[in-house]
């Protein structure tokens, strides 16, 4: 009895032993802990894992990184999500505990978009370049190729500042002969990204430079591929995103003579030259860049709507991007929407991407304005010529003869008297499905349509701009075309392990279809209302009409595969091929298959390499072939006209006839880019440290170069175009990034890429040796567009200076020179100047490129910028060409010096009217180092503190203040030495190019 009694004192003691802890315990006050979790540029961590360390209390932060966690004041709170360290942070009583996570790079684990699949970038085994949306859209860009300036190796990126103006792009140098364009891939569909398309939509891009990547696109992707994928929504609750950007533009401007300057230096030339002056009106001081140069005005609006379920999601985009030019009478408009979502049930997957656009732009000048470029005509014209004058046609001032006589052209008159634009609406999309009935099978079909609608107009009012200028009535050529595409594409794809190794698979047929249509018309005399000066454009009011029009189709066949190997994360390969066949050549033409391989070893998982400083290490080497049809749809026929006429018999009568205009030639076939890559990835301390560097051999084969023959032959069509050509590009590229997390409030980033480039025509073909065009040759054994000038050796100093410059027979060179003039090298000994003098003296291209990428953040705080490089270019520098002949023509450089024999230390030549000599613009005077350093961006941005914004609705906010192009380092004594120049043979001349502009902006980004 008495030990049942002590088991029950016992007991119960327990009990109450165990009660009293309980209430112990629970007597520890828990409290709500709440805040909000971010990534270290500010975006919240949507759906990150928050648990009271040591048990299994947890929850999961919102879409808009707001939790909220019930924990005891002496707790710890662990938060992690994938791509990010984990932090453990004490609440020590705290009720709000906002988190920075920080990037873990050491377990990020990219994936990107190959083409018809994705791949790890760290198993990638060809050279691809990925540009991130953040390094995009910081600038103010108009288009994808003008953001890309400078943030990656072995791509080259020329752009200006006129409205709505195209940056031209080269990957990895010049292919062929005719154009460098990239092939653009948005979102799966073959399509182009030009000003029309809205660089704020982009998530990311990948670059695809080397055959072996590109091999998957064949015929169309010799000039590298550009892959765009566009914004997505993500799972959560609807979040709409709001961005404004308002920027003000400045563009460079020449310092000039004055009046007083000017009229000195034009009476010299005229009495020099032994000739009556010029009866200059000094009433007049015309600052022609005043009248023409502006302050520019761009504002570019965003507005984004996006979220999704667990198997949907969606994302709808709108932008208006407006650009008042920094010339007069220029400006570019653009309104763009696009729409995408997805949805999975099962085994099915659908979705579509629709993008619409609409854009005009005002362009100034045209074919018949002569010299109608305002960089040149601004220099032309004296600043004695008023602006208006009532006494000219139209009622503008252009000269007179006897008071000022110039070849000049009135830049407010061209701008007044010619309206000429042109607006676009493209609508381009896509909607697929995919069928998945295994893991690791999986079916897609895409079907692509791509429309849009040109409206071209073009109306000359009646007047004139410039002196002895024949009258021509008004008149208006009006154009409309439509262009339509349509992409069907079918592929599947395997993906599996087996144990060690891993297998993907890539199969398909691709099917595309063009169609281009284009009618005009033009008529003479327009009504006009003579009340307001308004011009009628409409084509039935007018005289002497004119129509015309044509039609061109295309189809493009396809079937591609590519297979990938993985043996255990050691040794990767993967092999393409793609065959092509094309309406655009003759039957016997029409098919070319196009293949690569490529390997990487990956050293740094072998057992024998054990340097813990490298985090991975693998070498690359890839082969591979593409193509290039650079010719028009029926380039291989020939073309014959019927609707001639001749005067033919005894009585001379009209009589109807047709002509060959255009010779045929069934032997057209693909331009063949042979590529081999040699490259090492290497990474280092926890991934912190990583870099890449590439060789590359590309020769291009069968390049279609157009041979002049004889018009009689039946040419009138153009100068027929054959295989015959080939080109080589041999190159080096290397970069470097680091990222550094010193500590929870501040981080560095810095990156670097290099280029080297040599091309070289290797021949021409058909017996040709060279090639002159302009002021460049391009022969074989050397880069295209090599300087081809008259060399010189300073000025004359004396007559006796003249008369002892003889060839070796005593031939005086240069007789009718006078001290002053320029002396020229008689190269071939002839005793005289002539073209057969002239030499290679310089290259366009430049000997090595860079770009350099840096930023830090400290807290709320960003900075980023962005510099670019070029060095050992030669370009010709056209403007010098006009203003550094003192001839009394146009208007000088502020402070220009011409030789006298008081002032004989000079370059500049003596002040003459009429000589012909010192004015050649074919000689190397006006080369000079393109060579230069430009910061061409540079940004400063803060986001406000969560806990202020949540107040007013926001879970993110941010204000940034930017600037562009506001420093260059250079010798240059052009506007600007990153001028962009489209013909490829004269790359390197600058005659009137408009120049890069100052740009300053300030951003305002929210989202709720």
Not at 319 to 346: A, E, P, W
Not at 443 to 461: A, M, P, Q
Not at 597 to 609: D, I, K, P, Q, T
Request: net charge negative; hydrophobic share 35%; with cysteine.
């Amino acid at each position: 009895m008495k030990t049942i009694f002590k088991c029950m004192l016992n007991t119960k003691c327990l009990l109450l032993l165990a009660v009293f802890f309980a209430q112990n315990a629970f007597s520890q006050s828990t409290s709500q802990v709440s805040g909000t979790i971010t990534s270290t540029d500010g975006q919240p961590v949507a759906f990150a894992n928050v648990i009271v360390k040591g048990t299994s209390n947890g929850t999961s932060a919102d879409f808009d990184g707001n939790y909220t966690i019930e924990a005891a004041s002496d707790a710890v709170l662990v938060f992690s999500y994938i791509g990010f360290k984990t932090q453990e942070i004490p609440v020590n009583n705290q009720t709000t505990i906002d988190v920075t996570m920080q990037d873990d790079v050491a377990t990020l684990d990219e994936v990107i978009v190959v083409g018809y699949g994705t791949q790890k970038k760290k198993d990638l085994t060809s050279s691809i370049a990925v540009v991130e949306s953040d390094q995009i859209q910081k600038r103010q860009s108009t288009t994808v190729a003008e953001s890309l300036q400078g943030l990656a190796a072995g791509v080259n990126v020329r752009g200006g500042g006129s409205p709505g103006q195209e940056a031209q792009i080269e990957i990895r140098g010049l292919k062929n002969l005719q154009n460098a364009n990239p092939l653009y891939v948005i979102d799966g569909n073959i399509t182009t990204a030009n000003r029309d398309f809205n660089p704020n939509d982009i998530e990311s891009i990948q670059i695809l430079k080397d055959a072996a990547a590109a091999a998957i696109y064949g015929s169309r992707a010799a000039n590298g591929v550009i892959i765009i994928t566009t914004k997505k929504g993500k799972k959560g609750p609807l979040k709409i995103e709001v961005s404004s950007k308002m920027s003000i533009t400045e563009v460079p401007r020449y310092d000039l003579a004055g009046q007083e300057e000017f009229v000195r230096l034009t009476h010299m030339a005229h009495d020099n030259a032994g000739i009556p002056r010029q009866n200059l009106d000094l009433s007049v001081n015309t600052d022609w860049q005043d009248e023409v140069f502006r302050t520019g005005l761009i504002q570019d609006q965003n507005l984004s709507f996006s979220g999704g379920g667990e198997n949907t999601n969606f994302f709808m985009s709108a932008n208006y991007f407006g650009n008042k030019g920094t010339v007069i009478d220029t400006d570019f408009d653009r309104l763009s929407f696009r729409v995408n979502s997805s949805g999975t049930k099962g085994i099915f997957k659908i979705g579509e991407n629709l993008a619409l656009s609409n854009s005009k732009t005002n362009e100034t000048g045209g074919p018949e304005a002569f010299r109608g470029n305002p960089f040149i005509d601004v220099v032309r014209m004296f600043p004695t010529i008023p602006v208006r004058d009532e006494d000219n046609p139209g009622g503008y001032g252009y000269g007179e003869q006897g008071v000022a006589n110039t070849f000049a052209a009135n830049p407010v008159a061209i701008a007044n008297l010619i309206d000429r634009s042109l607006e676009n609406f493209r609508i381009r999309g896509n909607i697929f499905s995919e069928l998945q009935p295994f893991e690791f099978l999986k079916y897609r079909l895409n079907f692509g349509y791509e429309t849009s609608f040109d409206h071209f107009r073009h109306i000359r009012k009646t007047g004139n701009w410039t002196l002895n200028q024949p009258y021509e009535p008004s008149f208006m050529n009006e154009n409309r075309a439509q262009f339509q595409r349509k992409l069907l594409e079918n592929t599947l794809s395997f993906s599996k392990d087996f144990g060690k190794h891993n297998v993907n698979l890539v199969a398909g047929t691709t099917y595309q279809s063009d169609m281009y249509e284009q009618i005009n018309g033009t008529k003479r005399n327009l009504l006009v209302n003579n009340a307001n000066g308004q011009y009628f454009d409409v084509l039935d009011l007018g005289d002497n009409p004119q129509v015309g029009g044509f039609r061109t189709e295309s189809i493009l066949i396809s079937y591609l595969g590519r297979l990938e190997y993985n043996y255990d994360n050691k040794y990767l390969l993967n092999a393409v091929v793609r065959r092509d066949g094309s309406s655009k050549f003759s039957d016997a033409n029409k098919w070319s298959s196009f293949p690569s391989v490529s390997a990487a070893w990956r050293l740094s998982n072998e057992s024998f390499f054990n340097v813990e400083e490298i985090s991975d290490l693998k070498l690359r080497v890839s082969y591979g072939e593409l193509g290039s049809g650079n010719i028009g749809e029926y380039e291989y026929l020939g073309f014959i006209n019927t609707f001639g006429a001749v005067v033919m018999g005894n009585e001379q009568s009209l009589n109807p006839s047709a002509t060959q205009v255009k010779l045929s030639n069934s032997e057209l076939k693909w331009e063949i880019l042979k590529q081999t890559n040699f490259g090492v990835d290497v990474s280092l301390f926890d991934n912190k440290l990583t870099a890449t560097a590439d060789y590359f051999i590309a020769r291009t084969e069968n390049v279609l170069f157009g041979f002049p023959i004889l018009l009689s032959t039946g040419n009138d069509g153009g100068n027929p175009i054959a295989n015959a050509a080939t080109v080589e590009n041999r190159g080096f590229e290397f970069n470097v990034n680091y990222n550094q997390q010193v500590n929870d409030d501040f981080s560095f980033n810095a990156s670097l890429n290099l280029t080297t480039l040599r091309n070289e025509l290797v021949s021409l073909g058909n017996g040709l040796n060279e090639s002159i065009q302009g002021n460049t040759l391009t022969e074989a054994g050397q880069p295209v567009g090599m300087w081809y000038v008259l060399q010189t050796d300073g000025l004359f100093q004396s007559q006796d200076d003249v008369e002892s410059y003889t060839n070796s027979e005593g031939v005086v060179i240069q007789p009718t020179s006078q001290p002053g003039d320029v002396k020229y090298k008689d190269l071939n000994d002839d005793g005289q100047i002539t073209n057969e003098d002239k030499t290679v003296v310089g290259s366009p291209w430049p000997d090595f490129q860079m770009g350099f990428n840096g930023g830090f953040t400290y807290k709320n705080v960003d900075f980023s910028m962005n510099w670019i490089g070029s060095f050992g270019a030669t370009v010709y520098n056209g403007y010098r060409s006009i203003v550094e002949n003192v001839d009394g023509e146009h208007n000088y450089p502020a402070g220009i010096q011409p030789w006298t024999p008081e002032n004989p230390n000079t370059d500049i030549p003596r002040a003459v009217n009429g000589n012909t000599l010192n004015s050649r613009g074919d000689s190397d005077r006006w080369l000079e180092d393109g060579s230069f350093v430009r910061l061409k961006y540079v940004g400063l941005g803060y986001n406000f503190k969560s806990d202020l914004i949540e107040k007013i609705g926001f879970n993110r906010a941010r204000v940034s203040l930017s600037a562009q192009n506001i420093l260059t380092i250079t010798k240059y004594t052009g506007l600007d030495p990153e001028f962009s120049n489209g013909n490829i043979f004269q790359r390197g001349v600058d005659f009137g190019s408009f120049p890069n502009l100052h740009t300053y902006s300030l951003g305002v980004e929210f989202s709720f």
